[in-house]
Each structure stands twice: as C-alpha cells, then as structure tokens.
T-cell receptor, first 113, second 114 residues
C-alpha cells in the first residue's frame, strides 16, 4: 500500500520567516496530494492541494510543489505569522485499488512572534 | 448546511463494551470515511465508502464495522472496545470518488476505553 513520510516532525521559525515541510510517497498510482492544517483540539482543514498533472500551485502565502519522478511534494509558507502555528499534515490519494487518503505523521509548526 | 456532524463528542467505555459512533453529512457526498488519530500521529483510515451499500477496509479495520444504508449516514461500530481503541475519531466526506478531492471533516469524537 501507500506510505507517506513527512519531515520535519517539529519546526520553529521566527515570525516573517519561511517554513518548508517535505513529504515523500511510495505509490506511483497516487495522483492527488492535499495539505491539511489542524489547530489544537480542532478538525483538520484543507489549506491547499495539487494534482499529479501540475508541478506547482500557489495561494497567497502558501505554495505546494510536486516532483512526480522523485515522488516528493513540499509545502512552502512565506511571511509566517503566529496564527500559522498548528500541525500540518500531507497526504496522498491512490486512484486505483483502495481509493483513499494516506496521511503523513504531521509537522508541528511554531511561529515565534 | 450543517456539513459533517458526529455524535457523541466525548465517550468513555469499559473494556468489552460496544457502541456506535454516528456520522452524517448533508452535502449529498458519495465518499465517506472514518479515521482515527492517536496522540502525535497522523490520521489512519479505518473504513471508507464510495456510495450507499458499498464499503471497504482501510489501514486499521480490525475491531470496527461500518455500514452505509443511505448516502447521508456512515456509522462506525466498535464491537468489543479495547484500551488500544482510545483515540480521536474523525469522519470525513467528499463529493468525488475518482480522486476524492477536498475531504470535509467532522468535529471528531474523543473516545476513552478503560
């Protein structure tokens, strides 16, 4: 089955700096890669996603890049703010067989004011 | 729209008891799923459904049953609760089955098994 690895597990940055979180996936049949943000005690919420036919996608301060050959995808947050502090999860969706999301283990981002 | 709703929000069970976690969505979504989230870990898929009458196992299905008799509801049954099932349970739905698309999560049920 699919395996998604996520690094780092914790990340601390100063307000205004950039943050990068990286994920790798194992199954070449995966074709959809969302990123979720989860604040303490709350449900995960989608912040950005990318499909396998696209290399990069940007939404204001957030961007995601995908390298299908290397099976890597990354989340980039620029000009970080204290409200960006949360746990971020990457995931991969396999389009054949078990049609389901496999999540990474999460990155706890702390933005220091 | 209420989105995805889950009941109860909190539950304490004794080992060996059974119970059903309820999940409902009012968005007419075909795809629904159940995840468990343990401290410091990501979400692991328990079961999922691509439409009424169709269910399939996820990564960690043992000890859980599901059914999907309507598009709206997707209950998760714990057959005989064990301390290892202490977790936060999230239900999610999506309007597409071909690549899932955005999954909308419910608020979660925090389950403790003593």
């Amino acid at each position: 089955g699919e395996n998604v690895e996520q690094h780092p597990s914790t990340l601390s940055v100063q307000e205004g700096d950039s943050a990068v979180i990286k994920c790798t996936y194992s199954d070449s049949a995966s074709n959809y890669f969302p990123w979720y943000k989860q604040e303490l005690g709350k449900r995960p919420q989608l912040i950005i996603d990318i499909r396998s036919n696209v290399g990069e996608k940007k939404d204001q301060r957030i961007a995601v890049t995908l390298n299908k050959t290397a099976k890597h995808f990354s989340l980039h947050i620029t000009e970080t703010q204290p409200e960006d502090s949360a746990v971020y999860f990457c995931a991969a969706f396999r389009r054949t067989g078990r049609r389901a999301l496999t999540f990474g283990s999460g990155t706890r981002l702390q933005v220091q004011p | 729209n209420a989105g995805v709703t889950q009941t109860p929000k909190f539950q304490v069970l004794k080992t060996g008891q059974s119970m059903t976690l309820q999940c409902a969505q009012d968005m007419n979504h075909e795809y629904m799923s159940w995840y468990r989230q343990d401290p410091g870990m990501g979400l692991r898929l328990i079961h999922y459904s691509v439409g009424a009458g169709i269910t399939d196992q996820g990564e960690v299905p043992n000890g859980y049953n599901v059914s999907r008799s309507t598009t709206e509801d997707f209950p998760l049954r714990l057959l005989s609760a064990a301390p290892s099932q202490t977790s936060v349970y999230f239900c999610a739905s999506s309007g597409r089955t071909s690549f899932v698309g955005e999954q909308y999560f419910g608020p979660g049920t925090r389950l403790t098994v003593t």
